[in-house]
């Protein structure tokens, strides 16, 4: 993962992760964009309230809201 390539939140996000999340977030990079590692590797790890306050603010972001 290079953080060059991560948008400002996600790259805000992987920060404040544990080190054991950010571990696990490099590893789902196999999978997916760097970006939505983070935010999977996030949301696995919050609870009901958090996702949806997440969720909410990231279609925010995306949509210019």
Same mark, same amino acid.
Do not use: D, Q, W
């Given at each position: 993962m290079?953080?060059?390539n991560l948008s400002a939140e996600a790259l @805000?996000?992987?920060n404040n992760l544990?080190?054991?999340l950010q571990q696990e977030a490099l590893q789902l990079c196999e +999978?997916?964009?760097e970006d939505?590692?983070?935010y999977l590797t996030a949301l696995r790890n919050m609870d009901e309230r958090e996702k949806r306050k997440f969720l909410? @603010? +990231?279609s925010r972001i995306k949509h210019g809201l």
């Open positions: 290079n953080p060059e @805000r996000i992987f544990p080190s054991e +999978l997916h964009s939505e590692a983070v909410f @603010r +990231l």
